[in-house]
């Protein structure tokens, strides 16, 4: 069985942020993850995480101002300077927090020239922070449309491109089934690459129990894969975040 992280960006946010990681562990959540980090000092998130007793095993780059915003900067040409702005402060943070990923975010964008424009920046990232864990999570047009890395095909080629040991594939089962409506399937062929996998229900992207997903089958494919990272709750809860987190224990 996996284990298992919470979402602060989605879950518990009945509390203040601050109040999120105490909240996830009487929960039974065994880390956290926060999106966009940016709105409180880091010192202050740190020491939140240490009372907890909670490592924090993921950070998005870059934007903070993540509603209405722009969502991310990373494939849009002529947005480099931007990028390497808004990436070293993502490190800053991830730094002080401790943060084992960085997910770096590609932005909305098309075409080859955006595909070249993430590689570079990938590269440079990669090689600015080597000791820094990164991921690119393939998105669903969905969600997000006009989102440049849509397709897991296009995440494992762009991987293979960069070459970087520090840079690998963040799985999210939810995005996985709009984009090829089969999460076992992508998990087969693609698994190998994680470093870092999220889940919610489909369709309505509420607690990952029930709905069209079997994520029973999902997880013991983990395991069977030899997976060691967490897997995180990334959804909106239907309810109170602890009337639906019978599913960490299911």
Known sequence: MPRFAANLSMLFREYP???RPAAARDAGFAAVEILFPYDEPGHLIRDALECAGLPLILINTPPPNWTGGDRGFAAIPGGEDRFRHDFRRALRYAQVLGATHIHVMAGVAQGPEARDTFVRNLIWAS???????????????????????????LAAEILDTV????????????????????????????GHRAAHVQVAGYPERHEPIGGEIDYSAFFAALDAKGYAGYVSGEYTPA?????GIGWITA
């Open 163 to 190: 070459g970087a040991p520090n840079l690998a594939l963040q799985f999210d089962a939810y995005h996985a089934h709009r984009i090829t409506g089969d999460v076992l399937a992508a998990w087969s062929q693609h």
């Open 17 to 19: 942020l601050l109040e």
């Open 127 to 153: 090689e600015t922070a080597p000791e820094q864990p990164l991921t690119i999570e393939p998105i669903n047009p969905h969600d997000i449309p006009g989102y440049f890395l849509n397709d897991f095909d």
């Open 239 to 243: 309810d109170r975040t602890e009337d």
